[in-house]
């Protein structure tokens, strides 16, 4: 059976690949949340390059692993990953938030294979990944369920009843993953409203927690590996990650939240990322 453990380029280049696309979508189809996709590119990668069970030629597989993008605004990252693992071809990304496309600025399900939940609305993701996960456990599945939240999003309080519950019912075969870029849409984090201590409010909740390096495809592998084999209670991993990551212009920057690259820095923006595609294909041929 296929799986993404097939992906033959490697995680490195699948995150490459997904920002070139993400700034190519954005910039087609004049969107935003441009910062917000390309913080998840590595995330993304390891998820779909090498951890998770899933088939493109058979997207609802019985017992597939679930993937959930509760920080919905970040859509283009995911059918980006989703294209290029083989769910769609890649060629449909053009028509991402063109009047008439499945592919809307917010992720949806709709016509979109690969894509199990619609978002948009923050605070709801986690709560429907852990009714997936318990789910599963009354049913005897022993596939995994992966809720991605961003940080901003951990404002609601809709995620702090997931979190018990989640907890309260032992659910191991959830993994919720934190984008903890420190940057929502208008400030930091820390000014909005800080979340800090962030971990130990998960362990106090009963959480199994691990905190990496969101662009470090080694230590989120690891992490996810840890998660798969832990039992009796659920997983939290604190990705601490860069808004913007791979375009050095947008990285840190909050006006990347809810701007379209444009001329001067699109073409900018796709020197960066092409070189580094480039850089990367030359790492893996030497390899």
């Known amino acids: 059976m296929p799986t993404a453990k097939n992906y033959n380029h490697g995680t490195m280049l ?166 903890y870029n420190k940057i929502q849409s208008l400030d930091t984090t820390e000014n909005t409203l800080a979340l800090e201590p962030f971990a130990k409010k998960f362990e106090s909740f009963g959480w199994n927690v691990i905190e990496v390096d969101g662009h470090n495809h080694t230590e989120l592998k690891t992490a996810f590996n840890e998660a798969n084999i832990h039992s009796n209670s659920p997983t939290v991993v604190i990705s601490h990650t860069t808004k913007g990551k791979g375009v050095s212009f947008m990285e840190d920057s909050v006006l990347w939240h809810y701007r379209s690259p444009q001329n001067e820095e699109y073409q900018n923006a796709k020197k960066e990322l092409l070189n580094n595609i480039s850089r990367l294909k030359e790492v893996t041929s030497d390899a």
């Open 14 to 179: 699948l995150a490459a690949y997904i920002r070139n696309h993400i700034i190519d979508m954005t910039h087609l189809g004049g969107s935003s949340h441009v910062g917000s996709g390309l913080s998840i590119a590595d995330i993304l990668a390891v998820l779909y390059g090498d951890i998770m069970t899933i088939d493109p030629q058979n997207p609802k597989l019985e017992n597939r692993d679930r993937f959930i993008l509760s920080k919905g605004h970040a859509g283009a990252a995911v059918y980006a990953v989703l294209a290029e693992v083989g769910f769609f071809k890649p060629e449909k990304l053009k028509d991402h938030y063109q009047n008439g496309s499945v592919l809307s600025g917010h992720v949806s399900h709709k016509g979109v294979p690969g894509v199990e939940l619609s978002t948009g609305s923050l605070g709801h993701g986690l709560g429907v990944a852990a009714g997936m996960a318990k789910s599963a456990k009354l049913r005897k599945k022993n596939h995994k369920i992966y809720a991605l939240l961003s940080d901003g999003e951990c404002d609601e309080g809709s995620n702090w009843e997931a979190i018990l519950f989640a907890s309260h019912h032992k659910l191991d075969n959830l993994v919720a993953i934190i984008d």
